[in-house]
Structures are given as C-alpha cells and as structure tokens.
T-cell receptor
Framework: DAMVIQNPRYQVTQFGKPVTLSCSQTLNHNVMYWYQQKSSQAPKLLFH???????NEADTPDNFQSRRPNTSFCFLDIRSPGLGDAAMYLCATSRELIRGDTQYFGPGTRLTVL | TQLLEQSPQFLSIQEGENLTVYCNSS?????LQWYRQEPGEGPVLLVT?????EVKKLKRLTFQFGDARKDSSLHITAAQPGDTGLYLC???????????FGKGTTLSVSS
C-alpha cells in the first residue's frame, strides 16, 4: 500500500547529541512536510519541500535542518537537541502545494531527550 | 495571523452520548479539513469541506462548514470508545499554501 513511513518510531538521544529522523513516501507526492507536535497540542509546521525547493517557517529554530535527497526521502536533522525538543515529529506529504490539498501523515517519531 | 480556535479543548463523555466540537475563525478559509489522531499515531484525514454550508456525513460523524466559510463543526452521534482521540481541524489559507491547525479537541469516551 502507498504510504508515508517514518523511522524510527521511537528515538532516544542525549542532550546536545545530533539526531536524524527519517521519512519516506511511496505516494510520489511533490511536497513533504515536517511537523513538531507536543503533548495534546496541534502539529506545528517546521518546514516543507516542494520537490527540491526548501521553505522554512519563520519561527523554526536554526537547530532544525532538513534534507531531501530525492522524491521519496526526507530527513529531519536536529543538530543539538535540547530538553524542549522532546516531542512527536510528524512527516506529511501532499500531491501539490494548492489550497486544501490533502496531507497524508506518517505515524510519527517520538523523540526523547535525556 | 489567521487562527483556528477549537472548543472544547477536552471532552470526556460516556458511551452513547452525542457531542459537538467546534472550529472557529475570524478569517475565511477556502476549505477546512478534520483529522483524528490516536495516541502514538499520526493524524488521519476524516473529511474535507470546501463549500459554504456544506454538510458531510461519515457514519456517525456529521461535519458542517459554515455559510461564510469561517467555522466548522463536527457532531458525533452515539459516541463509542473507539472514537477516543485528538480531533484537529485544519484550514487552507486563501493567501498561502500551508495548512493552519487548530489546537485540537481531546475526546475520551468511556464505556
């Protein structure tokens, strides 16, 4: 089945130790998004790619970076995780960047920072 | 800044009760989407409403988009424990492309 896959589902890292989260999609969608979601809160958009074009949200900290080496894969790099970065990280895709285009979410990666 | 206000933030009810969740804004949205998210999982799209006044039904769930496209509601009839989760509304910004999410309503249905 076509889907959005995130690995790992659970990631534990140490304070200040770089970590990379992975997302892949078999939907062949042009757009891939990364969201941060803290407990019982709405997802907060960090950035998105339209194909290879990167769009960073204005309030996304520099500590968060992303790479999209090809259509199928997108990575979230946290250069120096702090305790406040512990959250669920959601990857989503959409076919196009048009108003209301459905976003398909992966299951998320739960990040714990010790 | 366009905001989507959801209410109530938390709702705890007994199986068989009815409930309504609201999503309101002072801004017009070209469409609104409702997602349900279960603990430890990503949000799953339930419905998209695009026309003012539109009503969509999904089994026991009824979704309505306000005439002015500034608000939406989700009504659940005879709630079941399987309805438990975080319900998120998200709107498409007329001027941009990113979805704007409400803060969500956490629903707990006990048997």
């Amino acid at each position: 089945d076509a889907m959005v896959i995130q690995n790992p589902r659970y990631q534990v890292t140490q304070f200040g130790k770089p970590v990379t989260l992975s997302c892949s999609q078999t939907l062949n969608h042009n757009v891939m998004y990364w969201y941060q979601q803290k407990s019982s809160q709405a997802p907060k958009l960090l950035f998105h790619y339209y194909d290879k074009d990167f769009n960073n949200e204005a309030d996304t900290p520099d500590n968060f970076q992303s790479r999209r080496p090809n259509t199928s894969f997108c990575f979230l790099d946290i250069r120096s995780p702090g305790l406040g970065d512990a959250a669920m990280y959601l990857c989503a895709t959409s076919r196009e960047l048009i108003r209301g285009d459905t976003q398909y979410f992966g299951p998320g990666t739960r990040l714990t920072v010790l | 800044t366009q905001l989507l206000e959801q209410s109530p933030q938390f709702l705890s009810i007994q199986e068989g009760e009815n409930l309504t969740v609201y999503c309101n804004s002072s801004s017009v949205f070209s469409s609104l989407q409702w997602y349900r998210q279960e603990p430890g999982e990503g949000p799953v799209l339930l419905v998209t409403v695009v026309t003012g006044g539109e009503v969509k039904k999904l089994k026991r769930l009824t979704f309505q988009f306000g005439d002015a496209r500034k608000d939406s509601s989700l009504h659940i009839t005879a709630a079941q424990p399987g309805d438990t989760g975080l319900y998120l509304c998200a709107g498409a910004n007329q001027a941009g492309t990113a979805l704007i999410f409400g803060k969500g309503t956490t629903l707990s249905v006990s048997s």
